[in-house]
């Protein structure tokens, strides 16, 4: 394979590869050229570039190769694989009379991410726990794809945790959605950069959210914090909050308006969904002096909003019962969330 020396952005020379995978470089040449282990693409000049994932990998054989795995019978592992592997040999060099406590379990997306997570210098443990990450996805559209896959093909995670360049007006609705999908309550992001709102979204969706560079310290305490959390409240059901569909003027002509029900349940719902609408927006601009206040705010306004939405529905359905005065209030609002 061969590529443009103008469109090297996520490839790496063997050199890179060499220090950050702590192996020399004639030992990666020879893993490539005897065991296949690796297919980098070339320049025109004929330099080897490497991927993130290549980075990965090489990081993972050195230390099954140092952990007597031998090369031959492991270098065309995909990262997955050796990453199992590895656990697995760790598992066992570090079993006692005691059965070994399980792993905490982490799905991560982005490569770089990972190279990190499985790096010497990481050495976190919760409860004596290991992090085992069983899984590494590329991007979003990686994750979103096994979301939409057949529940077999999906990986089995305790955690979410993804790092991403940007954070685009589109991500928390679309990581949300997938990680509600993969049934994966706690979920950290790690950004670049990112709009105020965009970022305020992902957290109103219960996620842990920190801008990188971050230390693996403070990486360390994200996952304390995240963990220490009832992962119920974590990332509530409800992660994505419908949203309004009746405004305060809306729900203050219901409130005063002629029904032909002759209790007075129009108004008390319309009340009631005024007052959860009120509170929902106290909790998404509470301030937070920690990420930990964060994620109770987001819990507040995720709670108050699906129990807004939720008195809408019921709203509705007092609508329906037969009221067709109340029925036109609310029509041209209905038909608005349904376009």
């Known amino acids: 394979m061969s590529t443009n020396d103008e469109n090297l952005r996520g490839l790496h020379r063997i050199g890179t590869v060499a220090r950050q995978a702590g192996l020399p470089v004639s030992t990666l040449r020879m893993w490539e050229q005897r065991h ?37 019978g492991i270098a065309r592992l995909d990262a997955d694989a050796l990453a199992a592997l590895l656990a697995r040999s760790r598992a066992a060099n570090g079993q006692t009379a005691q059965a070994p406590a399980a792993a ?9 991410l990972a190279v990190r997570l499985h790096g010497d210098d990481w050495t976190w443990r919760w409860r004596g726990q290991p992090l085992e990450v069983s899984r590494v996805l590329v991007d979003l559209q990686d ?19 993804v790092r991403v360049n940007t954070v685009h007006a589109d991500l928390p609705l679309r990581l949300a ?15 670049a950069f990112g709009a105020e709102r965009a970022v305020d979204e992902l957290r109103a969706n219960g996620m842990l959210v920190r801008r990188d560079p971050v230390g693996n310290a403070d990486l360390a305490r ?28 809306v729900l203050a002509r219901v409130a005063q308006a002629r029904s032909s029900i002759l209790c007075e349940c129009p108004r008390h719902i319309a009340e009631l969904v005024a007052q959860l609408a009120s509170f929902e927006q106290y909790s998404a601009e509470c301030l937070n002096s920690s990420d930990e206040d964060a994620q109770l705010h987001a819990t507040l306004r995720s709670v108050s909003g699906s129990a807004r939405a939720l008195f809408e529905h019921a709203l509705d ?19 608005a969330a349904t376009a």
């Not at 995240?226 to 305060?248: S, T």
Request: charged fraction near 20%.
């Open 143 to 161: 994750l979103e794809a096994m979301a939409r896959g057949a529940p077999a093909e999906r990986a089995s995670a305790d955690l979410l945790l």
């Open 104 to 112: 905490v379990r982490a799905l991560v997306v982005g490569t770089a």
């Open 36 to 72: 296949g282990a690796f297919a980098p693409a070339k320049t025109s000049g004929q330099h080897r570039l490497y991927t993130d994932i290549d980075l990965l990998r090489a990081r993972l054989l050195r230390q099954l190769a140092e952990a007597g795995h031998g090369i031959s």
């Open 177 to 191: 959605g997938a990680a509600a999908a993969l049934g994966i309550a706690r979920v950290i992001v790690l950004y």
């Open 222 to 249: 994200l996952l304390d914090g995240m963990l220490l959390a009832d992962p119920a409240q974590a990332m509530p059901q409800a992660a994505v909050i419908p949203p309004r569909r009746y405004g305060d003027e």
């Open 317 to 335: 359905l007092v609508a329906d019962h037969g009221d067709p005065h109340l029925q036109a209030l609310l029509a041209p609002h209905r038909r």
